[in-house]
């Protein structure tokens, strides 16, 4: 048992009246102390459970950021024209909505915004299909890379994923706690502002309640963070809905002073407005079709999220023009051209002889 980290749990566990919040440097330690295993399994669950109950303080986030940030694994950016845009999406995946993320993600390489995204294998407590799977749909398989041969293929496809049980198993081992305990811990939480790279870099991180969106955007201010996005997307995800009025917040450090903006996005005074479609077992299908530029219903929730992010990312000055060019990337077949280029460099990062064939 670790006497250190007792008395960290004493202070979080000690009941509504008594608990005390851990400072920044304390939360680093027993994140670590966590993902380390030096604490025992009973001292794991019960930190969690208690941390969850009390609710973390903005230092404790940006403690168990920082601890991400020195043991996870993560890519290094690279020259760009734009900062690497790392779209976070709960670890846990998705049950309900048929998801376009991994389509936003293509859109912005094939534009030269370099994406990252991360993510483990189904996970309590939802257990929904993560970005993982929904990738190998796409015939992109992540879950081989080492973390230099994910490197490589970022560097020459603008698009990049860590995959946790690969890029960062210390994280990957406490999978088993979110079951055990059958809710959503404070990692959970963290995962979504987690931005594992290197370099100039402008984080979206999704939130389902207000009060998660708030706690974000002030961690980010502590850790000097301020070119993100917060989007209440399906399923606490970042893809914007059609059904309902996207609630967006942006983040932004015109001439080194932060600022922050509220966007509410009307699917309606676009002409986005529709139905967001349910996940059944036709998706691999519905999501080759969006590739093939189709006119589906998932394909215009694609161009209305793809259009989104490629305005926010600087692309283009306007959303309409974001639209039109989400649009003009699929017709025109560079999303497709991407996904194909993506699949070739994980097969030479794989097997290095390829690439003399």
């Known amino acids: ?15 509504t009246h008594t608990s005390k ?22 001292q794991i669950g019960a930190f969690m459970i208690a941390q969850r109950i009390k609710r973390p303080t903005i230092p404790e986030l940006a403690g168990m950021l920082d601890c991400y940030e020195k043991m996870g694994g993560k890519l290094v950016g690279f020259q760009a024209d734009s900062p690497t845009m790392v779209l976070n999406t709960p670890y846990d995946g998705r049950q309900r909505h048929a998801p376009v993320t991994p389509i936003t993600a293509l859109m912005l390489a094939a534009s030269g915004v370099p994406a990252v995204l991360h993510g483990g294998d189904r996970m309590p407590t939802k257990m929904g299909l993560p970005l993982v799977d929904i990738w190998q749909d796409l015939g992109i398989d992540w879950k081989p890379l080492n973390l230099e041969q994910a490197q490589k293929v970022f560097e020459l496809t603008c698009l990049g994923f860590v ?13 088993p706690y979110r079951e055990q305990i059958g809710k959503r811990p404070t990692l959970a939480t963290v995962e979504l502002m987690w931005a594992p790279c290197d370099g100039p870099k402008h984080v979206v991180s999704s939130f389902v309640h207000p009060p998660t969106e708030t706690r974000t955007q002030e961690t980010y201010h502590l850790r000097h963070t301020y070119e993100f996005t917060t989007v209440k997307g399906l399923e606490g995800s970042c893809d914007l809905s059609r059904s309902r009025t996207a609630i967006i917040g942006m983040g932004s450090a015109n001439d080194e002073q932060p600022t922050f903006e509220r966007l509410l996005l009307h699917p309606r005074d676009y002409g986005f407005e529709g ?24 394909t215009r929730s694609a161009i209305w999220n793809g259009g989104f992010y490629l305005w926010r990312a600087g692309v283009v000055a306007s959303l309409p023009e974001g639209f039109n060019r989400a649009q003009t990337l699929l017709e025109s077949g560079e999303v497709q051209a991407k996904c194909k280029q993506v699949q070739a460099a994980i097969a030479t990062a794989l097997n290095p002889q390829l690439s003399h064939v």
């Open 275 to 298: 139905h967001d479609l349910d996940l059944d077992t036709d998706f691999p299908m519905l999501l080759e079709q969006v590739i093939q530029a189709e006119p589906t219903e998932l």
């Open 163 to 175: 995959y946790m049980p690969q890029q960062f198993p210390e994280a990957h081992q406490l999978v």
């Open 1 to 15: 048992m670790s006497d250190v980290f007792r008395d960290l749990l004493k202070k979080v566990g000690s009941g």
């Open 21 to 42: 919040a851990l400072t920044r440097e304390e939360s680093e330690l027993a994140t670590r102390m966590m993902l380390e295993q030096t604490a025992t399994p009973a």
